[in-house]
T-cell receptor, first 114, second 113 residues
Framework: AQSVSQHNHHVILSEAASLELGCNYS??????LFWYVQYPGQHLQLLLK??????LVKGIKGFEAEFIKSKFSFNLRKPSVQWSDTAEYFC????????????FGPGTSLSVIP | NAGVTQTPKFRVLKTGQSMTLLCAQD?????MYWYRQDPGMGLRLIHY???????AKGEVPDGYNVSRLKKQNFLLGLESAAPSQTSVYFC????????????FGQGTRLTVV
């Protein structure tokens, strides 16, 4: 069965610091990868996604992620975080025989200090 | 354009009571999902549906039932609520195109006392 792990449970950064959130998945075949963001009290929204082509994908609000197939990773990055980026971030995958459902990682809580 | 709508938004149940959560989507999506979100555990899939009249078990289906009688609606039922079912429940929908993302509702915060 596919699984998704995220390296950090809680990250605290000062404004303008750079961000990298780790995500690894367990499936060896073709995958579709997503990063979702959940702002406090809100529902999940898509940040970016990868399904083929350029392994460096750009999303909304200055976020980007790099798919490294050999490492089974899809890390999220942002060069300079803002207080408004405080949120929970979820990596997700659908793959292989489970294209009909998306498996989520446990999430990383990001707190940005002004 | 409402997207995915969940009702109710909040509910408090006593142990043993039953209730139904309703999810409605207006995007003509084939796939619909119910997840529960608990601190430190992310989103766990309860049940899902790939089309009207079909349902399947997800990761944590015990204690829940679902029905998809109409394409736009996906109901989640708790027959006999337990404190362990205290959680935030999210409904989502997506198209069969595996390259597309899921769209989420606002969530239902359920407390079982």
């Amino acid at each position: 069965a596919q699984s998704v792990s995220q390296h950090n449970h809680h990250v605290i950064l000062s404004e303008a610091a750079s961000l990298e959130l780790g995500c690894n998945y367990s499936y060896g075949g073709t995958v579709n990868l997503f990063w979702y963001v959940q702002y406090p009290g809100q529902h999940l929204q898509l940040l970016l996604k990868y399904f083929s082509g350029d392994p460096l994908v750009k999303g909304i609000k200055g976020f980007e992620a790099e798919f490294i197939k050999s490492k089974f990773s899809f890390n999220l990055r942002k060069p300079s975080v803002q207080w408004s980026d405080t949120a929970e971030y979820f990596c997700a995958v659908n793959a292989g025989t489970s294209y009909d459902k998306v498996i989520f990682g446990p999430g990383t809580s990001l707190s940005v200090i002004p | 354009n409402a997207g995915v709508t969940q009702t109710p938004k909040f509910r408090v149940l006593k142990t043993g009571q039953s209730m139904t959560l309703l999810c409605a989507q207006d995007m003509n999506h084939e796939y619909m999902y119910w997840y529960r979100q608990d601190p430190g555990m992310g989103l766990r899939l309860i049940h899902y549906s790939v089309g009207e009249g079909t349902t399947a078990k997800g990761e944590v289906p015990d204690g829940y039932n679902v029905s998809r009688l109409k394409k736009q609606n996906f109901l989640l039922g708790l027959e006999s609520a337990a404190p362990s079912q205290t959680s935030v429940y999210f409904c989502a929908s997506s198209s069969p195109d595996r390259r597309t993302e899921a769209f989420f509702g606002q969530g239902t915060r359920l407390t079982v006392v």
